[in-house]
């Protein structure tokens, strides 16, 4: 397990206020990382997330900053470098999502989107890549994309490119700053259990069932089953893992034929006499 041991290292997390970005942060103290925990500046759960990092014993210190603010972004990176010093990983995990027809969807929304999960993501990653380089750090820098980087979901034209292009980053980044040591990966979770989708212009129950039943782990992940993938990438462990991503989505992009609710019950062959099951 030393390998995965990030004693003495001090990780970023984005949009750490709740979701994913809370259990990913816990994960990282909990292995023994401290934190610098990142959120809009009035996101009500960021406190709550600063007090479970340090009821691990690590410390975890807030720097609310909204992210859309591109112009911001490098001296808020080097304002965290001063007060925190060197920062061995970078979470870029702060993401957006609003449910919107391709001819609905205006300038105003997709800049939004674009800024929060793609701009914020190359431009954060610029400045602590470079503060990295400077103190000599061979540091890991993960982005929490999606599994739409890889294939499309209606109503999401936006989200869908954002993460793309944001996936394409880590290619990128990952050739450059491999010289320096610095990995850089994507994770690519599938449906995960937080609030990110907010409200939903149609019947969520019934949506939600016929999506489970797409996906061969028959259920939506908790945001804590990304944490393994994460400490991966994060530690010593990933030392050799650079420029991809994993995918953590259940088996949804394995499957793009429901054809085993149509096939006959399974049995085991080993085990005739057992009953079927589904
Ligand atoms: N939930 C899913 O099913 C799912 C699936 C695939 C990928 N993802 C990705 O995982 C990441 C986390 O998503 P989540 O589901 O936890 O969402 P969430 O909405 O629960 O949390 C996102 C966090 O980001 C913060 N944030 C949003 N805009 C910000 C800004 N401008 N500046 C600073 N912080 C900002 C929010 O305040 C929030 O705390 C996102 O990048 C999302 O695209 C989520």
């Not at 750490?16 to 500046?41: I, Y």
């Not at 990092?53 to 609310?64: C, E, F, I, N």
């Not at 989107?113 to 103190?135: C, G, Y």
Request: hydrophobic share 45%; glycine share 8%.
């Amino acid at each position: 397990m030393h390998r995965f041991d990030l004693t003495g290292r001090t990780a970023l997390v984005t949009g750490a206020a709740r979701g994913l970005g809370r259990a990913l942060a816990l994960a990282l103290a909990e292995a023994g990382a401290d934190l610098v925990l990142v959120d809009l500046p009035d996101a009500p759960g960021l406190t709550e997330t600063a007090d479970l990092v340090r009821g691990t014993g690590r410390t975890a210190h807030l720097h609310p900053q909204d992210l859309a603010r591109t112009d911001e972004l490098t001296a808020f990176a080097d304002r965290v470098r001063a007060a925190v010093g060197p920062l061995h990983i970078l979470v870029n995990n702060a993401g957006v999502a609003a449910l919107e027809r391709y001819n609905e969807i205006t300038p105003e929304s997709w800049s939004r989107t674009m800024r929060v999960n793609l701009d914020a993501v190359f431009f954060l990653s610029q400045r602590v890549a470079e503060h990295m380089v400077k103190d000599g750090v061979a540091g890991r820098i993960i982005t929490v994309t999606s599994k739409n980087a890889l294939v499309a979901e209606a109503g999401l034209a936006h989200y869908n490119a954002s993460k793309a292009a944001a996936d394409s980053l880590t290619q990128t980044l990952a050739i450059e700053l491999a010289p320096h040591g610095i990995t850089v990966n994507a994770l690519a979770p599938g449906m995960v259990e937080t609030p990110i989708d907010g409200e939903f212009p149609f019947d969520r129950e019934a949506f939600e069932a016929a999506y489970r039943e797409r996906i061969p782990l028959g259920r939506y992940a908790r945001p804590d089953e990304c944490a393994g993938a994460l400490l991966l990438l994060a530690s010593d462990a990933g030392s050799y893992v650079t420029g991809t991503r994993i995918v953590v989505d259940g088996g949804v992009l394995a499957d793009q034929m429901p054809r085993t609710r149509f096939m006959p019950p399974y049995r085991n062959t080993l085990d005739p006499d057992r009953p079927p099951s589904p």
